[in-house]
């Protein structure tokens, strides 16, 4: 394989982001869809690319391939290059972005037609795709930070793309403030690295870890200044709260990111530099918990929610934390699967909320109902989405997701426990969102004045055109067969965690419900569906009567424990600013700013008296020269 090919993976959508900027979007505003086709085309490309790549990472020796660095900057005894690594990792990674961006422009195509900022649209999906490609590609660790702000400008754009929108706006930057809080551990982290080893190449530090060279209390705290970077990113608990802002961007925005981008480079850069957090038994472990945490945290708050875009968020940060934990608890391979599966499946069910919005023009599940009759391909493939989340054999979240509880039982029966109470919640609140969206009676959809991206909804509900729906069927499809490829423990064995060995695929396919881990979770997940079923569809159960009774626990989770307003009122505005900033801006105008005017004014007041000695009359200079004479003289007279 060429050494050009990794390289344009990443170019080639950059040149795309460029072309659209500088060449289409002054000239050819009149036909933005040229813009959609360059991104299509570029990213289409670097995913054929990546599927190329990965052919031949798992046919090379040890599934690395070396790719010779470029030599960026020279400066003084600090030499820096610019080189890509692909090994397993990588290339698994690159197959994931370029093929979930590649569904997600396709469908904008439907999705964001007749929207004036189209061709801008397209432009940042571009930048978006690249830097999260370049963060993937990268084999240093500062070219990582470069690329990892690159992503979290990507997500600001286009978060807050509707900028006209004063929520949208707020968005984007309270999604750009909030994962800055994490990246200040990561490049505190990166600092640390190079005062530490003297480099910022990614496998001389795992040489460095394996050596015991870098050990001890400072490798502990790089990896937990790494794990803040990609708990800001990943939404991981305390760090959580901008991800259900973002659902105002547009959905395909909200599908690219929960799926294989802004979040998955948390796991990504755990993952990335796992070498460093196995020699750190406190690190590692910090990982599993904060995980499980925030697996079942942001589990219970999705239960509450009637914005089916806000279900589909909490969600993420809920299989976020289970990715984390399989991290924590298991390893590479085990969290890094979670990803692959996760990236298709919730892909499917952002792009299947946005179809659902564009034929009823609302996200309201309270307005929706009864869609299964006017949606049937946008019902179909959303079950399965919803399947495969919720764990059901034999579908690909069933696979990933018992890889982690098997994991997490071997490792700590409390996390454990944790993660087997979020399998019975997820599968509620999926088909909570399930049974109230598609099921029942049609419930008027949005009104005029509620209305969301789409205004089609004035014709009724309706299916999406087949620009839309033809990936929504590519997805549903890998949302079933994705996670059979580790049935035999193929992919554990090209990330370097165990073998690919066992009796084969027909044996491990069906084999794996004679284990009682994986059985029992299918039934608490099956027990999830129906308490869903019960209360939204049948009907014999009054969720009305349930919030009434949990009044107190309903409001906790319907207001998010309240941390929006831990945050915004009490630590930004009461804390920070009318506190610590009104010191800080008292002391500033008191003492600093007294202290410079206090000399100013001394200086004038001086200047103003000596003024007053400058008269203009010449005489008086005369007799004020002469007493000085004599003064002088007096002076000399009696010391000298």
């Known amino acids: 394989m060429p050494t050009q090919v990794p390289w344009l993976i990443f170019l080639l959508p950059f040149i795309a982001f460029l072309f659209i900027s500088l060449v289409l979007r002054p000239?050819?505003?009149?036909?933005?869809?040229?813009?959609?086709?360059?991104?299509?085309?570029?990213?289409?490309?670097?995913?054929?690319?990546?599927?190329?790549?990965?052919?031949?990472?798992i046919s090379a020796p040890g599934h690395i391939l070396l790719i010779d660095d470029i030599e960026w900057a020279v400066i003084g005894n600090l030499n820096i290059h610019i080189g890509v690594l692909v090994d397993a990792l990588t290339a698994v990674m690159v197959v994931v972005v370029t093929f979930v961006s590649l569904m997600v422009q396709v469908y904008s195509?439907?999705?964001?037609?007749?929207?004036?900022?189209?061709?801008?649209?397209?432009?940042?999906?571009?930048?978006?795709?690249?830097?999260?490609?370049?963060?993937?590609?990268?084999?240093?660790?500062?070219?990582?930070?470069?690329?990892?702000?690159?992503?979290?400008?990507?997500?600001?754009?286009?978060?807050?793309?509707?900028?006209?929108?004063?929520?949208?706006?707020?968005?984007?930057?309270?999604?750009?403030?909030?994962?800055?809080l994490g990246d200040f551990g990561f490049l505190a982290a990166i600092l640390i690295l190079y005062a530490q080893t003297g480099t910022f190449d990614t496998e001389t530090l795992y040489k460095l870890v394996a050596a015991g060279t870098l050990a001890g209390t400072t490798l502990t705290w790089v990896a937990i200044g790494i794990f803040s970077g990609a708990a800001g990113k990943s939404a991981q608990f305390p760090l959580h709260v901008w991800l259900p802002d973002a659902m105002e961007g547009p959905t395909p925005v909200s599908a690219l990111i929960h799926a294989a981008t802004m979040v998955a480079a948390g796991v990504f850069l755990v993952a990335r530099f796992y070498p460093l957090f196995e020699h750190s038994s406190e690190a590692l472990a910090t990982v599993a918990i904060i995980g499980a945490f925030t697996a079942i945290f942001a589990a219970s708050m999705g239960l509450v929610m009637h914005d089916i875009k806000r279900v589909l968020a909490y969600?993420?940060?809920?299989?976020?934390?289970?990715?984390?934990?399989?991290?924590?608890?298991?390893?590479?391979?085990?969290?890094?699967?979670?990803?692959?599966?996760?990236?298709?499946?919730?892909?499917?069910?952002?792009?299947?909320?946005?179809?659902?919005?564009?034929?009823?023009?609302?996200?309201?599940?309270?307005?929706?109902?009864?869609?299964?009759?006017?949606?049937?391909?946008?019902?179909?493939?959303?079950?399965?989405?919803?399947?495969?989340?919720?764990?059901?054999?034999?579908?690909?979240?069933?696979?990933?997701?018992?890889?982690?509880?098997?994991?997490?039982?071997?490792?700590?029966?409390?996390?454990?426990?944790?993660?087997?109470?979020?399998?019975?919640?997820?599968?509620?609140?999926?088909?909570?969102?399930?049974?109230?969206?598609?099921?029942?009676?049609?419930?008027?959809?949005?009104?005029?004045?509620?209305?969301?991206?789409?205004?089609?909804?004035?014709?009724?509900?309706?299916?999406?055109?087949?620009?839309?729906?033809?990936?929504?069927?590519?997805?549903?499809?890998?949302?079933?067969?994705?996670?059979?490829?580790?049935?035999?423990?193929?992919?554990?064995?090209?990330?370097?965690?165990?073998?690919?060995?066992?009796?084969?695929?027909?044996?491990?396919?069906?084999?794996?419900?004679?284990?009682?881990?994986?059985?029992?979770?299918?039934?608490?997940?099956?027990?999830?569906?129906?308490?869903?079923?019960?209360?939204?569809?049948?009907?014999?159960?009054?969720?009305?009567?349930?919030?009434?009774?949990?009044?107190?626990?309903y409001i906790m989770l319907s207001r998010k424990y309240w941390l929006d307003e831990l945050y915004e009122n009490v630590i930004v505005k009461t804390i920070l600013y009318n506190g610590i900033f009104k010191v800080m801006a008292m002391f500033d105008s008191s003492v600093i700013d007294g202290t410079v005017n206090g000399a100013a004014r001394g200086t004038a007041a001086a200047g103003a008296a000596l003024r007053k000695l400058q008269t203009g009359q010449t005489q008086l200079y005369a007799i004020s020269i002469a007493i000085g004479a004599v003064a002088i003289a007096v002076c000399v007279y009696l010391f000298s």
């Open 315 to 553: 969600s993420t940060i809920s299989q976020l934390g289970y990715m984390m934990l399989g991290l924590g608890v298991g390893g590479v391979a085990i969290g890094i699967f979670h990803l692959f599966t996760h990236a298709f499946f919730k892909a499917l069910l952002f792009l299947g909320s946005g179809s659902v919005n564009h034929g009823t023009g609302t996200f309201d599940m309270r307005l929706m109902g009864g869609l299964r009759k006017a949606m049937p391909w946008t019902y179909i493939t959303f079950l399965i989405g919803s399947l495969s989340l919720a764990g059901i054999w034999p579908l690909a979240g069933f696979w990933s997701k018992d890889e982690i509880l098997v994991a997490a039982f071997g490792n700590n029966p409390v996390l454990f426990g944790l993660a087997m109470v979020t399998v019975f919640m997820t599968a509620f609140y999926m088909f909570r969102a399930v049974f109230l969206t598609f099921h029942g009676e049609y419930r008027g959809g949005a009104q005029p004045e509620h209305a969301g991206h789409s205004d089609s909804h004035s014709q009724g509900p309706h299916e999406s055109p087949g620009v839309m729906l033809i990936p929504l069927v590519i997805l549903a499809v890998l949302a079933v067969c994705a996670g059979w490829i580790n049935v035999t423990g193929f992919f554990s064995q090209l990330m370097g965690h165990g073998e690919a060995e066992g009796a084969g695929f027909l044996t491990g396919f069906f084999g794996v419900l004679a284990h009682p881990l994986p059985l029992i979770s299918l039934i608490v997940a099956i027990l999830g569906i129906f308490l869903a079923y019960a209360m939204y569809c049948a009907r014999w159960v009054s969720a009305e009567k349930i919030g009434s009774a949990f009044k107190p626990v």
């Open 109 to 180: 195509q439907g999705y964001m037609k007749g929207d004036p900022g189209y061709l801008r649209y397209y432009a940042f999906m571009s930048l978006f795709t690249a830097c999260m490609l370049g963060l993937v590609l990268a084999n240093n660790i500062l070219f990582m930070f470069i690329f990892w702000e690159g992503v979290g400008l990507g997500s600001y754009l286009l978060i807050g793309f509707w900028f006209h929108k004063a929520s949208a706006a707020n968005a984007a930057k309270k999604a750009f403030i909030v994962t800055r």
């Open 27 to 57: 000239f050819l505003n009149k036909r933005p869809r040229l813009g959609g086709y360059v991104t299509i085309g570029a990213v289409g490309i670097s995913c054929a690319l990546s599927l190329w790549v990965l052919g031949a990472v």
